[in-house]
């Protein structure tokens, strides 16, 4: 608890010393971001206008309509404006949330008015910038006499709206007021609207982030019950931006009474007037209404700020035509020094003609205002002092169409302005605030300061987080826990200002407390939200499953198991009381394998974890032996009946203690089983079952079971089988089955009793399951059957007949169970004829004929019918009369038969089986009977004889196809396409007919019938015949007319349906007439049309047109009249100047502005001659001495414009011409007029210099007069200051803000003014910023249009994106190569430009769309990414539209292609670098599975439609080329593909036959770049390890988290050379590019201090034992030592390379740099190849053998010259074929990490090394050899040949542990290894130095001091010690000495 008091006192100290001083800032009615919405004005419909004009700069403006999410862009010129005309449906009209509002943003600032227009109802209102908008607003409307309105609109999502009503205000069913307030919540671009039928005046609007407000009425009468009812609307500005005195302004063109409600926006607010002696207080929302006369000026003070409303009234109050409205009237706090005023020309369309201002300021400022940089005059000024004793001017001046600039030329000189507008006929006004500037307390987004810390809790333990943060307004602070906000946690807030301080405690801690913390800072500006705090709580490990108690088996595993929860997890021991603890294992299963009683005892688990220990319950095992049985059988045979006896014994330790017996796995308690037990010793028992007589369920597997206390065994099995009867005989069958025989077979029973079978037995049955006495084949016993045998056959038997079988089996215990079978004997002929034969007639046509079956069919027979038509002979048999009937059924019919007729049958039967004949039958016969007329009356005609009717004439049937008399006819006559049929019957004896009522021209199809008594006969064929034709019966439908020009009409129809023409149509007749100019005429159309062209017709003209059809008869029926217009023509004629001073109905005139500009006004053209509607006019003009360089100015539909940027002191000639819709008509004549001369501009004031602390705010004024009024632009250090700094820009004025000031914005500042004449800069201000606290940091920056703060190493910093682009950039201060802070490059991916939010939601229309809607997305994408310059957050939605559109699209067309390769060739252009960095833009996106760029563009290539020849086609963007291959022309052949594009990239590409086959390929995509290498990544260029110019062979890996190039699968090939490089690839890449990467950065290789230090005593230690060998040359001159000074000296050489040469290429030459490289190359390598001389030199010394002598000679020149020639080749072959880059790192002259360069150096070196080691092998084999030879030899030579092994041992090892160090180090660039190379180098030369050096000398001066004092008489064999047998060379060949003291280390050794 003292701890955290402490910490809260320090919190507290640190926020009191906090300097809070955060200057106002002015905000003016000029801006960059607006908030636009239109009320409804159902009450008198008006046109929504929005009118936007540019200041001193020209603008780029977009505007969006979030309604139809529709985005505009306007370009405006400098001192200009543009005028948007909107759909009322743009107006919000239903009460509830809506989106009808536009977002507008632009590059510079601008001023934004709304007008809602028509000539019957006007109003306006300034639209404040989102600078000027708050969080808390009071609304003012007025009494409605059609609704009050109330819009408001939110700049941030989840905007929570809380309204609070003066009166009871119903909203949705619900009422609401001062203690019901309503409550609504709306995002971003939603507006909340309500639209009541009351007064809303002192309605009060509360938000928690900052809204725009806007008020007024559909329709008010002001006062009520005058005339003239007109939409008001006005935006309010927020409460805090309100002030406290207001001088009224009213109309002077007006006598009535004007009215001004004052609201109070606070509480107890005193309102005092000039007019009133009493102070009333109001309350917030509370308002007072004055009605003033027009001379009445009072001054209005409020004691709190408050609002005042200006009102004018309707025309019935005075004699003028006006409508009212209202206007927000400005407080004197708001008046502004300059103000820019526009006019539209739009509004004199409405009549809107009479446009004032009126202006009021101080009284001695008057002399100083402007307007367009002239003196106000001819104006009238009335008088006002104020409760300040101050005069005030008011005045009211016409204002001209167009832009007009009202200035106060005096420092702090303000006024206020308000416009206002009327007509005089209809009734129309407008009214609305001029301009104002507001000085505010800025406010700031939050930012967290000191975010909450993670911790680790035991739970039970308290808890406590802290946040701090900055803000203005303070915000209001909220803690999350995973991301959800808390309240339930106690919280302590400190609010100091712009610092707030929070803390949450938690007293004890619980599991649900765990989780991530966060504080989130919140107030109208926006929101920050902490880092996460990972909190997470311990918990004491809790027991879950302790270990059981166990007792097992000797032998047996027993495994212990326990687990316990706790947070960390916790760690298990186990423990073992015997009787001490012992620890036996860690995991949570305890296993003892080959259990023994040793291993009873007590186990426990120990849990222990970082929040404390557990132990759980404690376990006892124990270990036993098993008992051991003995049986006496294992098998019994037992008849069933029998007794049977069984016995078991055994023993165990403890002793059984019982024994019990089980049948088949089951314990026996059956009481027919008997039990014995009798124990025969102190650990055996004994035990007897018996059964007295054996039953079937006696027979199994028997076992005997004995247990002890712990443990039971069983026995063997003891099998006891019962005998019994056979089953069943198996499978019988019945074969070989005819007429009179069967045989009969089957197999043995599957189970025969445990018994032998000993005979089987056949009884024979028949239907009546009578025996048959038959024997069988074999048989035992006559007349029956028994065999031994398993078949047998039966004879005698009757055919077709159904017998039965049974057998059975028979063993010594008795017989089976019966099988049955049965079985049916085949058939033969039948016998005997058929029976009840019968024949006769069924009909007209057919005989009926039936008979039974024969006596004996003997089977399934068959029948054959036959029959004669006339009697046969008695001797003719029955097959010659004709078959008409061969089946087994006894009934048929013959059909087709002649009527009246007699016939013969005979019926024969037969066998079907087996075809075998019967007996024919008996011959019967049978006649047919009478029918109805077989034919139709002959020769029918039919004639038409009217249209109406036709005429039926026919001759009656043939007598023999009557078959009767006819009794009637019947006419049958249809027409299928009228749906017009009938029936007419008629007399038998009539023969002709006529069919009337029928219809014109139609077709009917006509036919006859005869009847007799037994039905009618077939029809006759049918005759067609056709009426005659008739007028039509109606008109062409259809008819649409449409003008298709001015003087054209095109008309269509659709023909008369074909049951209304009544003939054939033969032409159509036209009728058209026009009232109007009396035009009318008649066209004609021939019978085929459906359409006409009506031409030489009067434009914009109503014509009616009718139309009709006729046939050949006459015409049809008039169609209804249709009306139509035509088009509109550009007019006939146009304004005629008659007199330049004369402004006549058809003249121009001319005013002049200034030096550069005029007001050209023109007039209407007359009605007659306009063609259509005046919709706009244009000017054309030049000078009058240059008419080849002429001006068109398109101004819209205005009768006024003002020309500007003309110059001065010329000669110009003007004309004007009108428009229709259509077009322009002909140009005026010329009008001549002279511009005045122009004055240079003069510089009136200058900024200042000023020197301040950063952050600090500057502001910098500048003023200029001219004529032209000169423009300003404001420069810093001779260049355009960035847009950073906020400017307040007008002619001849600038004003320049430094917010919050750092060291970037030192520098010099001058305005520039220009006009025509001339420009001039002003004197330069010097702008010092002083930052004493710079460590540790990066300086503020200007940088891409962002002002970068002052930021911390390490640190992110995060601004604003530029001006109009939404989001924020970030930019990290890193850490330099130095240590020092520096700047990242600027990371824009959170940056959106205005038109890629628009385009972002095309995501949804192709979704929805599909690929109909990819073309439009495609357009819209080339426009907004052609030739700009895009952000990092418009590569994102350019991407992901490009992907969504390959998504929808499945068939691609070349121009599809051709724009998809465009729009990515504008993303990859070389100026969108910095828009690809960072968000790994090139990468497969893992979160919606989206491809990269390069993979989309392959995949909508791949799905190209092309239909050429050669199956290629390839398409070119100005940076990219694309060809697309169609495998399948080349299928049996390599793929090979060269660059032909305009690209020049030279790029050639083959894919072997064989992978396409194997893989089917069917298309090759090829994509060139031509400058993706400038703006992709370049991941590889750390690790290439060269210095300049790099091939590499490289494949881009887009998947997300390994994205970037790799080498993985691809290498360079062999063919490559300085100007071609080849790639071999192993696998199919998505994208497979070859990558140059040129000229990458070379960062030095950087030595620590000790490798500096090791090395230089490494080379003093060498250089010193050199000096020594060079000073005892002449005693120590030996083939040996000069071994060693070559080595030493190579050793030196490299060392000093290292330390001096390695990291040359930071300065040096690459040439250079490759020599320091190779000549360390060679050094090394000599070095160790001087090692293998040394060793091989002493082998030779210590085996006395000449061998090595000459192998020494001859090995010691070539190896060198080896070394030598393959260090440069190496150089040579690298460098020659792949440049000297390839050769060296880039980081140091070494080696390049090159695996071929590396394993020529590495494989070389471990070759002399190997060689080395092999000959100390060989040394030592033979020096233990010589020693134990000469095991009497003295001790000295033992020593000396020891010491040289271990000096040649410790010498390898010191070089190859060095210089393996070496190359390790310099290739991975660690710091560790260059300690570890360092140690060893200076190792190295030490032990030369101590060995070779030091004890060299010592020994060689000790002997030749003792050579000296021997004795004269002592031979010395030597050769001359100062001169040597053969001079010393390279060929290290000895010189041989002999000391017989043998001491010399030279001395041979027999």
Not at 215 to 236: P, R, S
Not at 340 to 363: D, E, F, H
Not at 1344 to 1362: F, L
Not at 1540 to 1568: E, G, M, W
Request: hydrophobic share 40%.
């Amino acid at each position: 608890m003292a701890i955290d008091q402490l910490r809260y006192g320090l919190l507290m100290i640190c926020i009191l010393q906090l300097p809070v001083v955060i200057d106002s800032v002015i905000s003016h009615s000029y801006g960059r971001e607006f908030y636009v919405g239109f009320l409804n004005s159902d009450g008198f419909p008006t046109i929504p206008h929005l009118i936007i004009t540019s200041m001193d700069m020209p603008a780029s403006v977009n505007i969006i309509n979030k309604r139809t999410q529709q985005s505009l862009e306007y370009n405006i010129e400098a001192y200009n404006y543009t005028t948007i005309i909107l759909n009322r449906d743009d107006e919000n009209k239903v009460s509830g949330i809506s989106n009808h509002i536009f977002y507008i943003q632009s590059n510079q600032n601008i001023i934004v008015n709304s007008y809602g227009l028509s000539t019957s109802s006007s109003d306006a209102l300034l639209a404040l910038p989102t600078s000027l908008l708050g969080q808390e607003y009071i609304v003012a409307t007025y009494t409605p006499a059609n609704t009050s309105s109330l819009l408001i609109m939110a700049t941030v999502d989840t905007t929570q709206l809380t309204i609070t009503f003066v009166n009871d205000t119903v909203y949705k069913g619900q009422i609401y007021n001062k203690n019901h307030l309503l409550t609504v919540q709306i995002n971003r671009f939603e507006a909340f609207y309500l639209e009541i039928d009351q007064d809303l005046t002192g309605t009060i609007v509360h938000s928690n982030y900052n809204v725009a407000v806007i008020g007024g009425n559909k329709c008010a009468k002001i006062e009520i019950g005058t005339l003239g009812c007109d939409a008001l609307m006005e935006q309010f500005l927020p409460i805090i931006h309100l002030g406290q005195n207001y001088i009224p302004s009213p109309m002077s063109e007006r006598s009535a009474k004007y009215i001004l409600r004052i609201v109070a926006a606070y509480d107890n607010t005193t309102l005092m007037t000039q007019i009133t002696a009493s102070s009333p207080v109001l309350s917030k929302g509370e308002f007072r209404q004055l009605i003033l006369n027009r001379h009445e000026l009072p001054m209005i003070r409020c004691d709190k700020p408050c609002m005042t409303v200006y009102y004018e009234q309707g025309g019935q109050a005075d004699s003028k035509s006006a409508d009212p409205f209202m206007i927000l009237l400005p407080a004197l706090e708001h008046f502004d020094s300059s103000h820019t005023i526009t006019v539209p020309s739009t509004v004199q369309s409405y009549n809107l003609t009479n446009n004032k201002l009126i202006i009021t300021a101080q009284g001695d400022r008057k002399p100083y205002l402007l307007l367009n940089n002239a003196p106000i005059t001819g104006a009238s000024w009335q008088g006002l002092e104020g409760y300040d004793s101050i005069v005030y001017r008011i005045a009211e001046i016409a204002l001209p169409v167009g832009i007009s600039a009202v200035t106060v030329n005096i420092t702090n000189g303000v006024c206020g302005v308000i416009q206002y507008g009327f007509a005089a006929d209809p009734l129309a006004g407008y009214g609305l605030l001029g301009g104002l500037q507001v000085n505010h307390t800025p406010t700031f987004i939050p930012k967290i300061v000191q975010h909450p810390v993670s911790a680790s809790i035991i739970m039970g333990s308290p808890l406590i987080l802290e946040c701090n943060g900055t803000s203005l307004p303070s915000s209001n602070i909220q803690w999350l826990k995973d991301g959800n906000m808390i309240e339930n946690y106690p919280n302590i807030t400190l609010d100091e200002f712009s610092y707030q301080y929070s803390r949450i405690s938690i007293q004890q801690t619980t599991l649900q407390d765990q989780g991530l913390y966060q504080c989130r800072y919140t107030n109208n500006v926006g929101m920050a939200v902490s880092n996460n705090a990972s909190i997470a709580i311990w918990v004491v490990p809790k027991v879950v499953n302790s270990p059981a108690n166990a007792t097992v088996r000797v032998g047996s595993t027993i495994s212990l198991y326990c687990d316990a929860t706790g947070i960390p997890q916790p760690v298990i021991i186990w423990q073992k009381f015997n009787p001490e603890i012992k620890n036996t294992s860690t995991s949570e299963m305890l296993s003892i394998f080959n259990a023994t009683v040793a291993d009873s005892g007590t186990y426990r688990c120990v849990f222990t974890n970082a929040a404390g220990t557990t132990y759980s319950y404690q376990s006892t095992i124990v270990v036993y032996t098993d008992p051991i049985v003995k049986i006496n059988t294992t098998l019994v045979m037992m008849p069933i009946g029998q007794a049977l006896d069984l016995q078991c014994s055994g023993s165990s330790n403890p002793s059984p203690t019982m024994i019990s017996w089980k049948l088949n796995e089951t314990l026996i308690t059956n009481p027919s089983y008997s039990f014995s037990q009798i124990r025969t010793n102190e650990n055996s028992i004994t035990s007897h079952l018996r059964v007295n007589s054996t039953m079937q369920e006696n027979a199994g597997i028997y076992q005997c079971t004995i247990s002890n206390s712990f443990s039971s065994t069983n026995s063997s099995n003891i099998i006891v089988v019962i005998q019994e009867y056979p089953w069943s005989v198996e499978n019988p069958q019945v074969h070989n089955i005819n007429a009179n025989s069967i045989s009969i077979s089957w197999l043995p029973p599957a189970f025969d009793g445990y018994s032998p079978i000993t005979k089987y037995t056949i009884q024979l049955f028949d239907n009546a399951n009578n025996i048959i006495n038959n024997s069988c084949q074999s048989t035992l016993i006559n007349d029956n059957c028994v065999i031994t045998s398993t078949s047998t056959t039966y004879d005698n038997l009757s055919p077709y007949t159904q017998y039965y079988l049974r057998i059975w089996a028979t063993n010594n215990i008795g017989n089976s169970g019966i099988v049955e079978l049965s079985v049916r004997t085949n058939e033969s002929a039948p016998v005997g004829a058929i029976n009840n034969f019968l024949a006769a007639g069924y009909n007209s046509t057919s005989i009926k004929i039936e008979w039974s079956l024969p006596a004996s069919p003997n089977g399934v027979i068959a029948y054959r019918l036959y029959q004669w038509a006339v009697n046969r002979p008695i001797n003719q048999s029955a097959t010659t009369g004709m078959l008409i009937y061969d089946g087994s059924e006894t009934a048929t019919y013959s059909y087709n038969l002649h009527e009246n007729f007699n016939y013969y049958y005979q019926v024969l039967p037969y066998n079907i089986k087996y075809g075998f004949i019967g007996m024919a039958s008996n011959i019967v016969n049978a006649s047919t009977h009478e029918d109805i007329p077989s034919s139709y009356p002959q020769n029918m005609t039919a004639l038409n004889v009217t249209a109406t009717t036709i005429s039926l004439t026919w001759q009656p049937l043939n007598f023999l196809d009557r078959n009767g008399v006819i009794i009637y006819y019947t006419v049958k006559y249809n027409s299928t396409l009228r749906n017009d049929s009938g029936i007419e019957q008629i007399s038998g004896s009539t023969m002709s007919i006529t069919l009337s009522n029928l219809i014109p021209y139609t077709t009917y199809n006509i036919t006859i019938a005869a009847s007799t008594s037994a039905g009618r006969g077939p029809e006759s064929p049918i005759q067609f015949v056709t009426t005659k034709q008739s007028e039509p019966r109606l008109y062409p439908q259809n008819l649409n007319a449409s003008a298709i020009s001015a003087t054209s009409i095109l008309l269509m129809w659709q023909p008369i349906s074909q049951i209304d023409r009544n003939g054939i149509i033969i032409s159509y007749m036209i009728t058209y007439n026009s009232t109007t100019w009396n035009d009318n005429g008649i066209a004609y159309a021939n019978s085929s049309a459906i359409s006409k062209i009506l031409n030489n017709l009067i434009p914009y003209t109503t014509y009616n047109i009718t139309i009709k059809a006729a046939t050949k008869v006459g015409y049809g029926p008039q169609s209804p009249i249709i009306i139509l217009k035509t088009f509109q023509s550009a007019p006939a004629q146009s304004p005629v100047i008659q007199n330049i001073s004369l402004i006549g109905s058809n003249s121009i005139q001319i005013k002049w502005q200034n030096a550069s500009s005029a007001n050209v006004t023109w007039s209407i053209p007359v009605l007659s001659e306009r063609n259509g509607v005046i919709t706009g006019y244009k000017i054309r003009y030049f000078l009058h001495d240059r008419q080849n360089t002429t001006f068109v100015v398109n101004v819209g539909n205005v009768l006024q414009y003002v020309l500007w940027n003309l110059i001065p002191l010329r000669n110009y000639s003007v004309q004007v011409a009108a428009s229709t819709s259509v077009g322009f008509g002909p140009y005026s004549q010329s009008t001549l007029y002279q511009t005045h001369p122009a004055v240079a501009p003069n510089i009136v004031r200058s900024p200042q210099s000023i020197i301040v602390t950063a952050g600090s705010d500057i502001t910098l004024e500048c003023r200029a007069t001219g004529d032209p009024i000169p423009t300003v632009r404001w420069v810093k250090n001779n260049q355009t200051a960035s847009t950073v700094y906020p400017q307040v820009v007008s002619p001849g004025y600038g004003k320049l803000f430094i917010q919050y000031s750092n060291t970037a914005d030192n520098g010099s500042y001058q305005c520039q003014f220009t006009n025509i004449k001339g420009s001039i800069f002003s004197d330069p201000a010097v702008i010092a910023v002083v930052d004493k606290n710079t460590t540790g940091n990066c300086l503020g920056d200007i940088l891409n249009d962002m002002r970068w703060p002052k930021t911390v190493q390490s640190n992110m910093a995060i601004v604003n994106c530029p001006t109009s682009v939404r989001g924020n950039a970030t930019r990290l201060c890193k850490t330099g190569f130095n240590g020092l802070p520096i700047w990242d490059q600027v990371d824009t991916t959170g940056c959106q430009s205005p038109t890629f939010t628009a385009i972002s939601t095309l995501q949804n229309k192709l979704a929805e769309e599909g690929v109909n809607a990819s073309n439009g997305v495609m357009s819209q994408l080339d426009r907004v990414t052609t030739n700009k310059t895009l952000y990092g957050g418009d590569i994102l939605v350019a991407v992901g539209l490009l992907a969504k559109i390959n998504q929808v699209t499945q068939v691609v067309s070349e121009a599809s292609l051709t724009k998809f390769l465009k729009i990515q060739s504008n993303l990859v252009n070389p100026q969108n670098r910095e828009a690809w960095q960072f968000a790994d833009k090139f990468c497969q996106s893992q979160a919606d599975d989206q491809m990269s760029i390069m993979q989309i563009l392959e995949m909508y290539a791949s799905k190209l439609s092309s239909n050429t020849s050669s199956g290629k086609t390839t398409i070119q963007s100005s940076n990219i080329a694309v060809s697309v291959l169609q495998i399948s022309n080349v299928s049996n052949s390599d793929i090979a593909f060269a660059d032909a594009s305009q690209l020049s990239t030279y790029v050639q590409l083959s894919v072997p036959r064989k992978i396409i086959q194997n893989h089917q390929f069917q298309k090759l995509v090829a994509v060139s770049y031509e400058t993706l290498h400038n703006i992709m990544p370049r991941n590889l260029t750390q690790s290439t390890g060269s210095a300049a110019t790099i091939n590499l062979c490289t494949s881009w890996q887009a998947t997300s988290g390994q994205c970037g190039w790799s080498t993985v699968g691809c290498w360079l090939g062999t063919e490559s050379s300085a100007t071609h490089t080849v790639c071999y690839c192993n696998h199919t890449a998505t994208f497979t590019s070859l990558s140059q990467i040129r000229q990458l950065e070379k960062i030095p290789l950087r030595l620590e201090v000790i490798v500096y230090i090791g090395c230089s005593l490494a080379c003093l230690f060498l250089a010193i034992t050199i000096i020594f060998y060079i000073y005892y040359w002449k005693q120590l001159r030996h083939i040996y030592r000069f071994i060693n000074i070559n080595l030493f000296l190579s050793l030196l050489v490299a060392n000093i390379i290292v330390i001096s040469g390695l990291t040359q290429p930071v300065s040096n030459s690459e040439s250079t740099c490759a020599a320091v490289a190779t000549v360390l190359h060679v050094v090394i390598l000599m070095a160790f190849g001087w090692n293998l001389c040394q060793n091989i030199y002493l082998l030779s010394i210590m085996m006395n053998d000449t061998y090595y002598k000459i192998l020494l000679k001859r090995l010691v020149p070539g190896m060198f010259v080896g070394i030598i020639l393959a260090t440069l080749h190496t150089v040579a072959i690298t460098i020659g074929s792949a440049g000297i880059n390839t050769y060296i790192q880039n980081n140091a002259c070494w080696l390049n990490n090159n695996p071929m360069i590396v394993l020529v150096f590495v494989l070389l070196m471990l070759t002399i090394l190997v060689g080395t080691i092999w000959v100390m092998r060989i040394a030592r084999l033979h020096v233990n050899d010589r020693i134990n030879f000469n095991l009497g030899s003295k001790n000295y030579e033992h020593s000396w040949i020891r010491s040289q092994i271990r000096k040649a041992v410790a010498m390898v090892l010191l070089l190859a542990l060095c210089w393996t160090f070496f190359l390790v180090f310099v290739a991975l660039d660690q710091i560790a290894l260059q300690y570890l190379f360092a140690i060893f180098s200076f190792v190295q030369g030490l032990y030369i130095f101590v060995f070779h050096g030091v004890r060299e000398i010592w020994y060689n001066v000790r002997l030749q001091k003792k050579d000296l004092s021997k004795k004269s008489g002592e031979k010395i064999s030597t050769t001359n010690l100062n001169t040597p047998a053969t001079k010393p060379s390279l060929a290290c060949h000895e010189n041989e000495y002999q000391f017989d003291d043998g001491e010399n280390p030279y001395t041979e050794i027999d």
